[in-house]
């Protein structure tokens, strides 16, 4: 497709099941990026990845949280054991840099809630 | 840290010119300043990026002043389709590709 595609668009699952969510970015786009959104907050960095190299994993919450891309293309972002206080929004973001700056593109996120 | 810091929420009128400032003191040589607009349930959307001096497309301007440490986004005449959270984006470090979004300003149109 044209934009970033991300699915589940919507999971409701138990506390102390995995979750599994996956970005499609945009053709060609070499970055790509995962962010959290909490209900009424602002954006929370997670992890971005260069090609298929994360080069920074600081933003991930906890080790419960772990995420890959494979032929610089689909990345998956899990969730291991999760507790009520993962219920957020997960945005997908894909960007390719040029001379002109680095625009990057979000998804429609995947809304997860734990129950 | 944040790297930008932008009003929390800000108030306007259909019809109304809105400008939205946001500060960035620690931007370095290599960083653009880009603008999102986010729309409760949906994901942000790109408005308008740029490096220095103003740079304008169809939906907005960006005033960005010499010292770069700030920029200004305008909405001309905003409607009330605009009330949104807008977002501030200026690039992480060496790195273009760390990008750390701040928290937002909320702008409500009013009738």
């Known amino acids: 497709g044209a934009g970033v595609s991300q699915s589940p668009s919507n999971k409701v699952t138990e506390k102390g099941k995995d979750v599994e969510l996956r970005c499609d970015p945009i053709s060609g786009h070499t970055a790509l990026y995962w962010y959290r959104q909490r209900l009424g907050q602002g954006l929370e960095f997670l992890i971005y990845f260069q090609g298929n190299s994360a080069p920074d994993k600081s933003g991930l919450p906890s080790d419960r949280f772990s995420a890959e891309r494979t032929g610089e293309s689909v990345s998956t972002l899990t969730i291991q054991r999760t507790q009520q206080e993962d219920s957020a929004v997960y945005l997908c973001?894909?960007?390719?840099?040029?001379?002109?700056?680095?625009?990057?593109?979000f998804g429609e996120g995947s809304w997860l809630t734990v129950v | 840290l944040a790297k930008t810091t932008q009003p929390i929420s800000m108030d306007s009128y259909e019809g109304q010119e809105v400008n939205i400032t946001c500060s960035h003191n620690n931007i370095a040589t290599n960083d653009y300043i880009t603008w999102y607009q986010q729309f409760p349930s949906q994901g942000p959307r790109f408005i308008i990026q740029?490096?220095?001096t103003k740079v304008t497309n169809e939906v907005a301007s960006l005033f960005i002043p010499a010292d770069r440490k700030s920029s200004t986004l305008s909405l001309p005449r905003v409607s009330l389709s605009d009330t949104a959270v807008y977002y501030c984006?200026?690039?992480?470090?060496?790195?273009?590709?760390?990008?750390?979004f701040g928290s937002g300003t909320r702008l409500l149109v009013r009738p």
């Open positions: 740029g490096y220095k």
């Open positions: 984006l200026v690039a992480e470090g060496d790195s273009s590709y760390k990008l750390i």
């Open positions: 973001a894909s960007s390719s840099y040029s001379l002109s700056g680095n625009t990057i593109y």
